[in-house]
T-cell receptor, first 108, second 116 residues
Framework: GQNIDQPTEMTATEGAIVQINCTYQ??????LFWYQQHAGEAPTFLSY????GLEEKGRFSSFLSRSKGYSYLLLKELQMKDSASYLC?????????FGTGTRLQVFP | SAVISQKPSRDICQRGTSLTIQCQVD?????MFWYRQQPGQSLTLIAT?????????ESGFVIDKFPISRPNLTFSTLTVSNMSPEDSSIYLC?????????????FGPGTRLTVL
């Protein structure tokens, strides 16, 4: 089957940096998405990585290593509003598979 | 971008009844997806609905339980049939405007279903 693994929960302090890791099955892999989902709301798109390397979008960056089957989402200068679930999703041979999500809690 | 609305936003239903959830998009889209998100869990794809063809269901989901309609390029419905408490979940509609899964997908606000 296709498995995606990410930590269940993380905590961090306002202003800090946090890295949320995601590992996925490499067979048939085409790309990897990250989504943010606040409690009670629908997911919103953050990033999509196809090639190895780091893609930066303001305070959020996403990294991909295709050979290692590994990605991470990096959040800088954390704000209270960043408290949310972060979903990793892989695109494998026409299948889109969500990870279980990482619930991030930011404390003042 | 696409703006997606869902009706109802929430409902409480009795065991054994059925509920039809509507998804409306403000532009024509090729592919529409229905997801389920159970409490504290990630999203699980139920089926993919393309206009003019039968919906494609993922493993563990069947048409008799989750019939889907896709009458045109801006609208779809998902019916949760013969409900049980295990069907309590958030149901989300999602669209892909160009038919390529690699494109950004947009999600509707979700329908929160509670089955008593």
């Amino acid at each position: 089957g296709q498995n995606i693994d990410q930590p269940t929960e993380m905590t961090a302090t306002e202003g800090a940096i946090v890295q949320i890791n995601c590992t996925y099955q490499t067979s048939g892999f085409n790309g990897l998405f990250w989504y943010q989902q606040h409690a009670g709301e629908a997911p919103t798109f953050l990033s999509y990585n196809v090639l190895d390397g780091l893609e930066e979008k303001g305070r959020f960056s996403s990294f991909l290593s295709r050979s290692k089957g590994y990605s991470y989402l990096l959040l800088k200068e954390l704000q209270m509003k960043d408290s949310a679930s972060y979903l990793c999703r892989s695109y494998n041979t026409d299948k889109l598979i969500f990870g279980t999500g990482t619930r991030l809690q930011v404390f003042p | 971008s696409a703006v997606i609305s869902q009706k109802p936003s929430r409902d409480i239903c009795q065991r054994g009844t059925s509920l039809t959830i509507q998804c409306q998009v403000d532009s024509q889209v090729t592919m529409m997806f229905w997801y389920r998100q159970q409490p504290g869990q990630s999203l699980t794809l139920i089926a993919t609905a393309n206009q003019g063809s039968e919906a494609t269901y993922e493993s563990g989901f069947v048409i008799d339980k989750f019939p889907i309609s896709r009458p045109n390029l801006t609208f779809s419905t998902l019916t949760v049939s013969n409900m049980s408490p295990e069907d309590s979940s958030i149901y989300l509609c999602s669209v892909d405007q160009t038919g390529r899964p690699t494109d950004t997908q947009y999600f509707g606000p979700g329908t929160r279903l509670t089955v008593l």
